[in-house]
């Protein structure tokens, strides 16, 4: 673990308590609920006594419902070493619709890709911002400066911003345990609703999935609900960055593997043994859900044994279905149509002899599940969608013996990192039934091979490696979010930008047009300049000691028009023309315009191509606008037409393909913004520089201008301005304050 993760107290946030209580003499001693999550913080917090110096005196606290909690029990007389508990009380007729309703009748079989069973209630919405506002009012009372607080799942989707509303520097993490589906399945959900969840989400400082998949899902959502800026794992919120990104949670692999070889499991081993005689075992172990593909795992076993008759007699399948919301009608039915599946096939294939399939409907012990790992030379972890499935994990940690094979959904999470399982489509019968066969005539050999890989991955990236990471990552986003944050113009820094400017003897300022003095609009002809805005550039353009520069792409006609009778200069086309007052526009170079009939074509190509997209014409350069187009598709085509253009371009040294704000412009290299600034500084020495701008054209203004001016990025990009401001309005302000 590294060094640097330290801090007072890890402050946990699941829907469940992870006790249940029992009365003590003392207060209440809590007992172990089953669970992942559960186990992994318990082994989570023996680790931080163990190994760590900086977490050794650590103290976890665990805020969540619990089923049995007695009326007289508070946060102060529970009684465990490990964790202090937080016990959140949401009314019943609150929590059935909140978790019954909306996690579990809608945003379970949404994120699990079965619109179809998804229940769209208001209601539901309305109990799960309810349940959420009460675990933020548990925790809020309890967060101290230093603590880290960690939110899982998707019923506290909405506690993040929450959070972060009432405790602002707060260090906020938050983990998803289920897939986020595509955009296009997301959106089924009513807008004001997916925009709470992302809303929500956005709270924290970082948000981490199970697979790369799910993050590039999240972030896709985020750009299309709310249109902020994402650049790969970092989105730009108005307030901070956050960042997104995969981390694939683990097990605790020594215990798995270790308790192979305890006495306890070898003796349950002997007992199935026996009870197997030389048949083949081939295992599975399910929640009872229909995320899980019960009745299609049960559909390729059969068809195994059609296809493959020699191995009738040879193998036993157990299926072990634990049971879950069995008392729901939909889960009632699909257990009878299991038990119903499985006797037909038991009629159709066993024997005296031999069963086909043994089924068990109940929960196994530690031990059992252990021995049944170790002793099977196939498991069937065949799920139609998961978020991970830890079985699989669990399965590989526990070959000690037999050295069986993995089958696996290439529809689970945990299928990206375990690519040398057999992956299979679980909706696939035959390819399924085609794995079972070749899992079980597999040489020693190459069963080995893949098991080493395999255990050499999950147990590096245990579950121990996996909360670190996700701790370090948190940490080093504060960290850049801190960074970030000293450069964005505070009340110190605009008044010592008001006092340089007072006591300058000359002045120039650099504005950019869109983005910086003017908002986008769908048609770059809509942009046009409102009479406040154009008040303060006339203001300041007044000033005898100022020179005010409107630096802009925007072709020279529309600039003039813009800024007619006002006596600023005026530069257009990032730099190709330049006009100083009532002069006439000078161009700063002649260009060829030939280069323009090869990719004019190319450029006409993509308008075809990107439906939304058209082509602006300038002296200068040619600019393809996809801001009206569809975002993804938009990036598609951007990335074709790039390479498309670098191939027409590469033998002209003098144009380059710049990029800027949904816009895709070639121009000759021989002149940019920064070129155009240094050349009118050239005229006269400066006592104060100011230059604003908001995208990537600009850097080329920011970079060429000397330390010692006040460049400011309008947005929360990267830059290399010395400030950011939020957004245009602050912007305003600030030229606003300084004296006319």
Known sequence: MDNETHFKRLVIAAYRLPFKLNKTKKGYKAVQNSGGLVSAILALSENFKKSNKDLKNSKIVWAGITDNLPDDVTSDNFENENFDILPVTIPK???????GGFCNDLIWPLFHYFPSYAVFNSDYFKAYEEANIKFCEELAKTIKPGDFVWIHDYQLMLLPEMIRQRVPDATIGFFLHIPFPSFEIFRLLPRNWRESVIKGLLGADLIGFHTNDYTQNFIKSVRRTTGYECQQNTIYTPNKLVKADAFPIGIDYDKFHDACLKKSVIAEKQKLKNHLSNHKLIFSVDRLDYSKGLLLKLKGYETFLEMYPEWRSKVVFNMVVVPSRDNIEKYKKMKKEIESTVGRINGKYSSLSWQSIIYQYKSLTFNELIALYNLSEVGLITPLRDGMNLVAKEYVACQVENEGVLILSEMAGAAAEMNEALIINPVDNIEMAEAIFKALEMKSEEKHLRLEKMQNRISNY????????????????????????????????????????????????????????????????????DKKTLKIVKDLSKNPKNKVVIISGRDKKFLETQFAGINVILVAEHGYYIKKGTDEWEATMNTDEQWKEAVLPILNEYVSRCNGTFIEEKTGSIAWHYRNADSDFAQLRLHELKDDLAEVIRFKTDLEILEGHKVLEVKSGRYDKGQAANSLMSEQDFGFIFAAGDDKTDEFLFTALPDSANTIRVGLSPSFAKYNVTDIPALLTLLEELPV
């Open 462 to 529: 245990d579950v121990f490696a996996w909360a670190f990471d996700f701790f370090n990552q948190t940490f080093e986003t504060k960290e850049e979010q801190n960074t970030r944050n000293v450069r964005f113009i505070n009340t110190s820094i605009s008044s010592q930008i008001v006092s340089d400017y007072k006591k300058a003897a000359s002045r120039i300022l650099f504005l950019d047009y869109d983005g910086t003095l003017v908002p986008f609009e769908k048609y770059p002809e809509l942009a046009v300049i």
């Open 93 to 99: 007729k609150i929590n059935d619709l909140f978790y």
